[in-house]
Each structure stands twice: as C-alpha cells, then as structure tokens.
C-alpha cells in the first residue's frame, strides 16, 4: 500500500452519506432503544413481583410455624380446634353405639321416615275429605257460590 492509497480521517474530513439511510440508521437506533428499554421494565417489574411474593410466602410460613407451636392463636384457629374437638366427640360416640349394636341403620331410618310420612298423607287426606263435605253441605244450603 502506498501513501497515497492509504485512509486518513481528520476532523475535517467529509462523509456524504444518502439522507434515507441516515434516517434508516436512526430508526434502528431509536427503535432498538425503545426495545431494550421497553425489556428493562418488564424485568424490572417482575423483579418487584418476585419479591413480594417471597416477602408474602415468608411471612406466611412465619405465621404457620407460629401458630402450629402455639406461639400466637387467633379466634379462628381457636373456633377450629373447638369445632375439631366437637367433631372427634360425636365420632367417637358414633363408633361406640355402632360397636355396641345401638345405632339404627339406615334402612330402620328409612321406614320411620316413610312410615311419619304416609300418616300425615293419611290425616291430610281425611281432613280434605272432611272441607269437600262441609263445602257440599254448605252448597246445597244455598251458602256456596258458583263459579
């Protein structure tokens, strides 16, 4: 290479470049500025939510510790065991009568069911019986109207 054919750039020197790869350019650039920007927040924001879950999950676990070593107690957890302490009362009583021969079964429920209810079909039935005469009786007195 010659001195002649070598590259020498200054601040004087001159670039002509066209005008619409000029405005290519600096599309490009504003818009991967924009992109890189724009993926910036995005990892931000779940950055922020990553935390506050862990800060939620922690003091929650904290919570459940403390609560299952009786260190604090709540009125509903309070509710619960006294609802659980019920429940286990009426299963053990329930597993005593079965284990005894006490408890009525369930087929003995159904009859009394059955049987409770074809008496009040029987006794509803009667005193329909009883307002058709007394509705006859009236009608034929002249007290019933006609329709």
Do not use: C
């Not at 004087?12 to 724009?38: D, E, K, Q, Y």
């Not at 904290?62 to 107690?73: A, M, N, P």
């Not at 284990?99 to 409770?116: H, I, P």
Request: hydrophobic letters at 35%; charged letters at 25%; aromatic letters at 6%.
């Amino acid at each position: 290479m010659s001195e002649s054919d070598s590259f020498k750039i200054s601040d004087r020197s001159n670039a002509t470049l066209p005008i619409r790869n000029l405005i290519g350019l600096a599309s490009a650039v504003a818009i991967g500025t924009w992109a890189w920007f724009g993926l910036q927040e995005k990892l931000n924001q779940h950055d922020m939510r990553i935390q506050l879950m862990r800060a939620e999950v922690d003091s929650n676990s904290e919570f459940s510790q403390q609560l299952s070593r009786g260190e604090i107690s709540t009125a509903n957890s309070q509710e619960m065991f006294l609802l659980l302490e019920h429940t286990s009362r009426q299963l053990n009583a329930l597993e005593e009568s079965i284990s005894e021969g006490k408890a009525v079964s369930v087929n003995k429920q159904q009859e009394l069911t059955l049987n409770f209810l074809a008496e009040r079909v029987d006794t509803l039935e009667s005193k329909i019986e009883s307002l058709r005469d007394k509705f006859a009786e009236m009608k034929s007195n002249g007290y019933g109207g006609t329709h």
